[in-house]
Structure formats: structure tokens, C-alpha cells
DNA sequence: GCGATCAGGT
DNA sequence: CACACCTGATCGC
């Protein structure tokens, strides 16, 4: 559930998913879907007379969100209010202080969030910089790099936060199968059981909330039949779920809600009643979903469960998983993420540790979890002491699995072990050469390297890139991979690339399409070797993995590197990283006029890299490439 | 009577 | 298997 207290450090003037308390001195209000946890305050009394006497306040949210909010008459006032935004569709809107008439821009772009219709997530650029706020959302590993407005020409825009549903930001929920996955294992089991007879009957004992929609439509379609459900009423204006709902309880799928569904769950029968029209008794299955995960070496796990003689439980989420999340901030690698949510059993201090290390300088802000002050290299093998079992959190953020997408290695014998590597053919879609993730592990060790010197010089080498980003090529796929929730806004796309050219703040016309650039090219920073970014990544990752522990009974299996024979022991990670470290640390020292790596010393590495060559560096052979 | 909040449930 | 939301009790206005 989202804590979010609704406004961001950047842009204070606004508020995002919170009505109540300060956000009633909001200048402009966002709500990124129609769940009641995004709602508070929203039918408030305090909230409705100020709309009254403001000439400028609106809500922001998708056509969608829109549709399913007014469905409810409790916040019919809005009606007037709202100002529904297209998809994909940068838009300005003026921040308008009404006592003052003092004035700030800001342009803000509606990306789909997966999550539930109408769910999406918001980008704000402005005078602070790029801001991204998720909403709740469900993203499959690869899918953030098919999103134009988060790219600038090839490369990733430079992101100043991002506030993050971490709803499961934790290695616990490291794997959830994706979308298609469980709907494919609800597919085969409602198959199963209704082809036996018409009185064959499946009950989807689902929420009472929205987002379950697009297995209605799956089903539906495959099944060719409509879903009963209560009420039509919040689909009537959303025409690509409303034919595939019914209120006539003659059907075999059904959706239908009742308050005591439980009583309805022992009875074996649905809320509508347990005889058919006819008289015939009807044979009824229930299947709740409901979330199901799995640890990071998790063998493939059955995404349907049976819980009784006729009742299953279905995998089924609504928020990304650890490692789709990580998937997504890695790509990203923003400055700053502020979580949303704390999974349970966790702290916030848990979560923004772990956090920080997905961002694009994970020490930078924390001095206090990791000092070195010239202690031993390989003390950066030394945890926080924040929690005992996943201690080891300490290299999450150092993950390779972004770097051997980019890299196109061939990773698909393992897939049923390796969860991202059913996305290794995600691979031809990140953009060329914007590593963010090599640009993190460069960061990271940048960072160690001058532990004790300057902490807080991370932001240059941002701001006045934009210029000099190269236009060649756009980001591939962004056409090519339709998503079920595309089903539920409709596709009036604007010209993205003029519209982001728009300036929206005079004193920095340039920020708001800055993109990253990769550190590792970036000027007048400390740039060591490439060989060694590459072996550091390499051993980090690898004890990342064997550190692991979510399912300590297992043996180390070879997720990394095991085509080449590299196993995951413990002791030969550890001795790799003390070397790498051995080298970051000290042994090499920053000087300001090491250049950077030519790009076709690195393209060589590549080549390298996707040949299975050897380019982990081993103890004492670190040369440069 | 209404709204906010909490506990407890699915 | 931890989402999102419902109901009911209690309190304050």
C-alpha cells in the first residue's frame, strides 16, 4: 500500500496520489490510477471548496483513470475539474500560485504504468530536472527501454529521482512469473474445465478492485465468451473491456462479487447462484489470484496452485518484482529513488539502503553505510548491519545482468533457471552504447576510489550534455511491442520529439531533455581502465549471487558464466573481488588526465565479451585491453 | 449524521 | 504468500 505522502522534493508545488494535509495547498493534482490507497483525501470536504474557489487547480490523470473515477458519484464533483491527458503526450502546464500570480512550468508525460486501466506512471520536466513518479506499476524485465519518453535520441534521459512503487523491492520477490506465464497456466486450467460440459463453470474470486481486467479480455477472446460480472456501469465508457463483460449470469467465466464471496468459496458455488437456468446443477471451480513468488534460483514453479477438491489459487501481480524493478532502475540509474511502499517486515532505512544502490552514485549519500577511510581493500566485502539475512544487499545494485543483455550473450540454455534471461532477447533493444549500468559500476568504484577525498562533485559531467548527444538512432521497438494496456486509452499519439523540445524554464532551457551520459566517457572524471570496470563487474556479480541466500538449502548453481566453466564458489568470488578491489582501491589511483576509453578499444571488448573470450580478469593479470 | 481511523477479515 | 478493499467499532465534531 503506497505511503506516499503525495508531493516530491522537487516540485513541491504539486501533489501525486495524496489529497489530504498539505497536498490541500497543491497548485496542480496527479493521479496515476483508480485505486482507493492513491485516493486519499480525494473526496474530501476541504479539498471540494477549494476547487470551488480556485480558477486554476486541476487533476491530471489518463482518459481512463478519468472514466473509472467519475463512475463513482462520491467524486462526480471532479467532473469540471479534471483534465485528462493522452499517453505518451508531453504536456505543459502552468503551476499557477493564485495569490501571487507567481508562475513555474512544468511538462509532464503520461507513460502506461501496467498496473490497472488507466494506470500510468508521470514524468515531469522542468526547471529541477527530469522526475519520474511510478504510480503502482507492473513493468516485465527489457520493457523500460521501449519507452521513447524516457529515452532522448538513443540514450537514456538524465532522471533527478524517481519515486518508486517498491511495493516488492525485496529479495524475497525476487522472481513473479510474468503476465503471460500466469495467464497462459489460467488459460489451460479454465480450458480444462469448462470444454467437459456447459455446467462446467469457473468462478475468478477477484478484489474488489481494478486490474484484473485484462484477464477477462485474455479469456475472453480465447474462450469466446464474455465474463459475468456485477455491474457494467464503470465500463461504459472503456469499450475494450465492456464487450467482454455481461451481466447475464448464463455464461461459464464468471467474475461476479458478492459481500460474503467466502461463504460462496465453501458452498462451491458462485455468488450468482449454483443451478443453471434449467435446473441442472452447475460444477463449479474457483481461482483466486493472488501473488505468487519465487526466489532468485527458484526452479520454474507451477503458476497454479490447488488449494481444495475445486479450488485453485493462480499467480497473479499487480506490481513489478524485485528483479523487474532492479531491471528497471538499472536502466534507468537515476540520482535519487524514493520508495512508495515498504514491503513487510522491512523499514524505510531497509529499503532506501537497498535503494541507494541502484542509484547512479549508490555511495554518495551513503557515507554512512559504507566508509572505507582506508581500511583493508577488501573491505567493501564487509554488509550493513541493517538486516541479517540479505545482508548481502550490499551488491545488488552491481548486477550484470543489464551489461550481458547489452552484450547479446548467449544466455538461453539457462533460461529456466535465470529469470532476466527470458529477456535475453531484449538485448537488440537497449541503446547503443548507453550503458547505464557499466556507467553505475563505473560510478560505484569512481566513488570508492576517491573514498575520503571530494563526496560531492557526482552531478558534473550531467548538466551541459545535451548538445553534444548524437541523434542516429532512435531507440528500436518501440513500435513493435503492444501491451495489454494499451488496450484502455486511446492511441492519439502528439509528435513526442517536438513536443520535448519544448523549453519550459528559462533559467535552464536546456534540463529537461538532458540525457544521461555515460560516465565513462564523460569528461575530466577519473576513467579507469575498461578491462577492469568489466572483471570488477563480473566478481561483484558473482558474489552477489553466491551471497544469496533465499534458498540457502540449494547448492550454488552456475547462473553466471557457467559456459565457461567459472564456478560459483564462494572462496575464488571472494579472492576476485579482493583483486579487483586490490586494483580499484588503491593500486591504480585517480589521476586527472587518464583519458577515456576509445570506443574502439571497447568495441574490441565487446567482441570479446560475446565471443565467451576470457575477460575476467584473474589475479595479477589486469592488464589494460 | 458524517468523517477519520483502526482492527480484523478475505 | 503480503493486494486492495470491505466491514464494523470507536471517537470527535
Given at each position: 500500500m503506497s505511503s506516499f505522502a503525495g508531493r516530491m522534493k522537487e516540485y513541491p508545488y504539486i501533489s501525486l496520489d495524496r489529497f489530504d494535509r498539505e497536498n490541500l495547498h497543491a497548485r496542480a493534482y496527479f493521479l496515476s490510477h483508480c485505486h482507493k490507497d492513491h485516493m486519499k483525501g480525494l473526496k474530501g470536504p476541504l479539498l471540494k471548496r477549494k476547487l470551488h474557489l480556485s480558477r486554476?487547480?486541476?487533476?491530471?490523470?489518463?482518459?481512463?483513470?478519468?472514466?473509472?473515477?467519475?463512475?463513482?458519484?462520491?467524486?462526480?464533483?471532479?467532473?469540471?475539474?479534471?483534465?485528462?491527458?493522452?499517453?505518451?503526450?508531453?504536456?505543459?502546464?502552468?503551476?499557477?500560485?493564485?495569490?501571487?500570480?507567481?508562475?513555474?512550468?512544468?511538462?509532464?508525460?503520461?507513460?502506461?504504468?501496467?498496473?490497472?486501466?488507466?494506470?500510468v506512471m508521470f514524468l515531469f520536466e522542468g526547471c529541477q530536472g527530469n522526475v519520474l513518479y511510478t504510480g503502482d506499476f507492473r513493468f516485465a524485465a527489457g520493457d523500460v527501454s521501449r519507452m521513447e519518453h524516457l529515452h532522448s535520441g538513443s540514450r537514456v534521459k538524465d532522471i533527478q529521482s524517481i519515486y518508486l512503487d517498491s511495493t516488492f523491492y525485496d529479495p524475497r520477490f525476487y522472481q513473479i512469473p510474468t503476465r503471460e506465464v500466469c495467464l497462459s497456466g489460467i488459460s489451460e486450467l479454465v480450458g480444462t474445465w469448462i470444454s467437459q460440459s456447459s455446467y462446467h463453470i469457473v468462478w475468478l474470486n477477484c478484489k474488489a478492485a481494478y486490474g484484473y481486467e485484462y484477464l477477462f479480455t485474455n479469456l475472453g477472446d480465447e474462450?469466446?465468451?464474455?465474463?459475468?460480472?456485477?455491474?457494467?456501469?464503470?465500463?461504459?465508457?472503456?469499450?475494450?473491456?465492456?464487450s467482454y463483460v455481461t451481466t447475464d449470469r448464463k455464461t461459464q467465466i464468471h467474475a461476479c462479487r458478492h459481500p460474503k464471496d467466502e461463504e460462496f468459496f465453501q458452498a462451491n458455488r458462485v455468488p450468482c447462484g449454483c443451478v443453471a437456468d434449467d435446473g441442472t446443477p452447475l460444477r463449479i471451480i474457483s481461482i483466486k489470484p493472488s501473488t505468487m513468488w519465487f526466489g532468485e534460483r527458484t526452479k520454474k514453479t507451477n503458476v497454479i496452485i490447488k488449494t481444495g477438491t475445486s479450488s485453485y489459487r493462480a499467480c497473479f501481480s499487480f506490481h513489478s518484482s524485485y528483479s523487474e524493478i532492479k531491471d528497471f532502475l538499472s536502466y534507468l540509474r537515476p540520482v535519487n529513488i524514493y520508495p512508495s511502499v515498504i514491503p513487510i517486515g522491512r523499514s524505510l532505512s531497509d529499503v532506501t539502503q537497498m535503494l541507494r544502490l541502484m542509484c547512479r552514485n549508490p555511495t554518495h549519500q551513503a557515507a554512512f553505510v559504507y566508509k572505507p577511510l582506508g581500511v583493508l581493500k577488501r573491505s567493501r566485502v564487509q554488509r550493513p548491519t541493517y538486516d541479517s539475512e540479505s545482508?548481502?544487499?550490499?551488491?545488488?545494485?552491481?548486477?550484470?545482468?543489464?551489461?550481458?543483455?547489452?552484450?547479446?550473450?548467449?544466455?538461453?540454455?539457462?533460461?529456466?533457471?535465470?529469470?532476466?534471461?527470458?529477456?535475453?532477447?531484449?538485448?537488440?533493444?537497449?541503446?547503443?552504447?548507453?550503458?547505464?549500468?557499466?556507467?553505475?559500476?563505473?560510478?560505484?568504484?569512481?566513488?570508492?576510489e576517491s573514498n575520503g577525498e571530494d563526496d560531492d562533485d557526482d552531478d558534473d559531467g550531467e548538466g551541459g550534455k545535451a548538445e553534444e548527444e548524437s541523434k542516429e538512432e532512435t531507440p528500436t521497438g518501440s513500435s513493435e511491442a503492444p501491451k495489454w494496456e494499451d488496450f484502455f486509452t486511446a492511441e492519439v499519439l502528439t509528435d513526442s520529439q517536438n513536443s520535448q523540445s519544448q523549453s519550459c524554464?528559462?533559467?535552464?532551457?536546456?534540463?529537461?531533455?538532458?540525457?544521461?551520459?555515460?560516465?565513462?566517457?564523460?569528461?575530466?572524471?577519473?576513467?579507469?581502465?575498461?578491462?577492469?570496470?568489466?572483471?570488477?563487474?563480473?566478481?561483484?556479480?558473482?558474489?552477489?549471487?553466491?551471497?544469496?541466500?533465499?534458498?540457502?538449502?540449494?547448492?550454488?548453481?552456475?547462473?553466471?558464466?557457467?559456459?565457461?566453466?567459472?564456478?560459483?564458489?564462494?572462496?575464488?568470488?571472494?579472492?576476485?573481488?579482493s583483486a579487483s578491489q586490490a586494483s580499484s582501491d588503491f593500486d591504480v589511483p585517480c589521476t586527472p588526465e587518464s583519458k577515456a576509453p576509445q570506443p574502439d578499444v571497447l568495441s574490441q571488448l565487446y567482441r570479446k565479451l560475446a565471443s565467451g573470450e576470457e575477460v575476467v580478469a584473474r589475479k595479477g593479470s589486469q592488464g589494460s585491453v
Open positions: 486554476t487547480v486541476r487533476l491530471y490523470c489518463s482518459f481512463v483513470t478519468k472514466e473509472l473515477l467519475l463512475n463513482n458519484p462520491k467524486y462526480a464533483f471532479w467532473e469540471e475539474y479534471i483534465v485528462p491527458l493522452e499517453l505518451e503526450s508531453p504536456t505543459q502546464i502552468s503551476l499557477v500560485d493564485e495569490a501571487s500570480g507567481e508562475k513555474e512550468e512544468i511538462v509532464v508525460t503520461l507513460l502506461s504504468a501496467g498496473h490497472c486501466p488507466g494506470s474462450f469466446n465468451t464474455q465474463i459475468h460480472v456485477n455491474s457494467l456501469a464503470m465500463f461504459k465508457k472503456i469499450p475494450e473491456i465492456l545482508d548481502d544487499e550490499l551488491f545488488e545494485g552491481l548486477d550484470l545482468v543489464p551489461v550481458r543483455k547489452k552484450l547479446g550473450l548467449n544466455l538461453e540454455a539457462k533460461t529456466e533457471d535465470v529469470p532476466e534471461a527470458q529477456s535475453s532477447s531484449e538485448s537488440a533493444s537497449f541503446p547503443p552504447m548507453d550503458s547505464s549500468s557499466q556507467s553505475v559500476v563505473q560510478n560505484y568504484f569512481d566513488c570508492t524554464c528559462s533559467a535552464s532551457p536546456s534540463r529537461a531533455t538532458d540525457s544521461q551520459t555515460p560516465e565513462l566517457f564523460s569528461d575530466g572524471e577519473e576513467t579507469p581502465d575498461v578491462d577492469e570496470t568489466f572483471s570488477l563487474t563480473l566478481s561483484a556479480s558473482l558474489s552477489n549471487h553466491s551471497s544469496q541466500n533465499m534458498e540457502s538449502h540449494l547448492p550454488d548453481t552456475l547462473i553466471l558464466g557457467s559456459e565457461r566453466g567459472d564456478s560459483g564458489v564462494v572462496q575464488s568470488q571472494t579472492e576476485e573481488l
